[in-house]
Structures are given as structure tokens and as C-alpha cells.
């Protein structure tokens, strides 16, 4: 499976950006998908995941509320859109996406197979 990341930019504290990741190679619609960030000297951190069929979601309580993921498997394309950007979430955001249905380790970067190049969010104050 390819990833491929997008939609990442410089916003305002406040805005929205909406990021894209589109797979080509594999059963797109078979994989949790999910999305994680990294700041400068920080190490990699969960944001969101979604399973399969799109239909449970799972979110880092930082981001609770602001942040929504979905998909669409007919486009094989996950999705997660950022309100109301705190400059705290400044950094490069990255999708996944792991065959495991194990929901127990859905927020551990280990656990996912697959791995997009990442897209810079930054975020202005």
C-alpha cells in the first residue's frame, strides 16, 4: 500500500485545514487507517484512527472535538479534518494504515504497517 498525504499548509491560530491520504496498491477498505504527528524534538504522537468500514473512530484527547477523521473507500481516501488550530498542533502530520484489528494498540505507531511521507501543518499565532 501507498500513501500519499496532502492538504497540509500554514493557517492561523483559530482555522481549519482538512488533510488527505490516498492509497493505491492493496484493499484500501480491509485497513484501520490513522493519523499521527510529529513536532520538532518531539517523538511521534497519535491523533485520530478510523476502522474500515469507517464506522468507529478513535481520537487523542488533545485533539477531541476539534479533529474529525472518516473515509471514503470508494476513493480510497481517508480524510481528517482540524478546526479551530492551536499552534500547539504544529507538525508534520502522517497517515497510516495497519491490517491489525487488535483496538487495543490502535494508537501505537508500532502497530501500523503502511506509512505516507507526511504533510506540514503550521499553525500561526
Known amino acids: 500500500v501507498q500513501l500519499v498525504e496532502s492538504g497540509g499548509g500554514l493557517v492561523q491560530a483559530g482555522g481549519s485545514l482538512r488533510l488527505s491520504c490516498e492509497a493505491s496498491?492493496?484493499?484500501?477498505?480491509?485497513?484501520?487507517m490513522g493519523w499521527f504527528r510529529q513536532a520538532p524534538a518531539k517523538e511521534r504522537e497519535f491523533v485520530a484512527a478510523?476502522?474500515?468500514?469507517?464506522?468507529?473512530?478513535y481520537y487523542a484527547e488533545s485533539v477531541r472535538g476539534r479533529f474529525t477523521v472518516s473515509r471514503d473507500n470508494a476513493k480510497n481516501t481517508v480524510y481528517l479534518r482540524m478546526n479551530s488550530l492551536k499552534p500547539d498542533d504544529t507538525a508534520v502530520y502522517y497517515c497510516?494504515?495497519?491490517?491489525?484489528?487488535?483496538?487495543?494498540?490502535?494508537?501505537?505507531?508500532?502497530?501500523?504497517?503502511?506509512w505516507g511521507q507526511g504533510t506540514l501543518v503550521t499553525v500561526s499565532s
Open positions: 497510516a494504515g495497519r491490517g491489525d484489528g487488535d483496538y487495543a494498540t490502535v494508537s501505537r505507531a508500532t502497530s501500523y504497517v503502511y
Open positions: 496498491g492493496r484493499t484500501f477498505s480491509n485497513y484501520d
Open positions: 478510523v476502522t474500515p468500514s469507517g464506522d468507529v473512530t
